[in-house]
């Protein structure tokens, strides 16, 4: 595939918002890979909505949604109505779609902080500049996806295979991806590396979302069953694992899609570098382990009778389906940030980055 062809499918805006626009349009996930369909949504209901339902999803494009979704709303706000209470509720109602990926809930506190710097603008000033902020946001995750892609590019090398679970690419994303950023990124600079995607169980993202990108920017990918890491991993046909992350706490435990930790074991078990690419917004300093974070756990009819002609189990079996896992730090080799790449232990690595961070804006 040529360069600009590649970069159709890595640069190609998943989610956009024009200043003027009274609506929010994304490309709908779930209809992917047969049917790409646009949607337009404008209404409180229909944004959480396409937030509960997987329509958009990925932590960073969550976290992008949500800032342009909430000044979609502030418009609404009519002028005799207190805004920035009514924008406090848009706010928490949104963020209860999905309680698990952080960059939902900093994305909205961003949006509602904005608000309330610029409380004593005119109405037209204050909504342009949550635009502004939302536009900033989403410009932001493009530069840090492009960083990530680069520092995550230093750790493999030309020829290696790449094992990766769930959708951290561009639909999840802004540009390039997180896990999948280093893959898109040496593909355009001639690169040859082959990628084992997981189908990634109950609701494909793998095989619906991650091939779909791989296949359409030139890649050789290969999609396997969840349960067939193991196999592909004692052939030696992978180098390294490449995941996302929803979110990470102080420790460096990290919530990721379910499985990602049994990919983490495996990967231990076979002496294969583990590696989680996010952004530092997905790092929560103020969660400090696994076990505080919260794990979502969704219908079961995802696994009875989902993307299934007929029921695969009968109605009145009981079903557990958590829609993520924790994958312990000592699973894990590297977090590539924005930032850089941190080592264990994830306590002194992550807080040095933040550290570093602080200073520089000093």
């Known amino acids: 595939m040529e360069r600009n062809d590649i970069q159709k499918v890595t640069h190609a805006p998943n989610i956009r918002c024009d200043k003027a626009a009274e609506a929010l349009y994304i490309i709908d996930q779930t209809r ?25 999803r990925g932590a960073p494009a969550i976290g992008i949604f949500a800032a342009y979704a909430l000044y979609v709303l502030a418009r609404q706000i009519p002028a005799e109505v207190d805004f920035q209470a009514e924008l406090n509720r848009c706010a928490t109602y949104l963020n209860s779609a999905r309680p698990t990926a952080v960059n939902l809930s900093w994305a909205l506190g961003e949006m509602v902080q904005e608000a309330e710097r610029r409380a004593d603008l005119p109405r037209p000033a204050l909504l342009e500049a949550l635009y502004e902020k939302a536009a900033a946001i989403h410009a932001d995750d493009i530069a840090k996806c492009t960083a990530i892609a680069e520092y995550g590019l230093s750790l493999i090398r030309d020829g290696d295979g790449i094992l990766t679970h769930c959708n951290a690419g561009p639909l999840a994303t802004s540009r390039y991806g997180t896990a999948l950023g280093p893959i898109l990124l040496g593909t355009e600079r001639g690169m040859t590396l082959r990628v084992f995607a997981d189908e990634t169980r109950p609701l494909l993202q793998g095989a619906r979302l991650t091939s779909y990108e791989l296949e359409r920017a030139g890649v050789d990918v290969t999609l396997i069953c969840d349960n067939m890491a193991s196999i592909v991993m004692k052939n030696g046909w992978v180098q390294a694992c490449f995941v996302g992350c929803d979110r990470v706490a102080a420790n460096g435990d990290t919530a990721n899609k379910i499985g990602t930790s049994g990919v983490a074991i495996l990967a231990k078990h076979y002496g294969i570098p583990f590696y989680v690419l996010g952004p530092t917004s997905t790092i929560d300093r103020n969660c400090p382990d696994g076990a505080h974070i919260p794990i979502e756990e969704r219908d079961p009819e995802e696994i009875r009778t989902m993307w299934y002609e007929t029921p695969m189990a009968l109605p009145e079996v009981k079903c557990y389906n958590p829609a993520f896992d924790v994958t312990d730090n000592e699973l894990i080799t590297a977090i590539v940030t924005e930032k850089g790449i941190c080592r264990p232990p994830y306590t002194e690595s992550l807080a040095a980055l933040f550290a570093a961070e602080s200073q520089e804006r000093t």
Request: aromatic share 8%; glycine share 0%; charged share 40%.
């Open 32 to 56: 992917l890979p047969n049917e790409e369909v646009f949607l337009r949504l404008d209404t409180a209901e229909e944004l959480y909505d396409a937030i509960k339902r997987l329509r958009v």
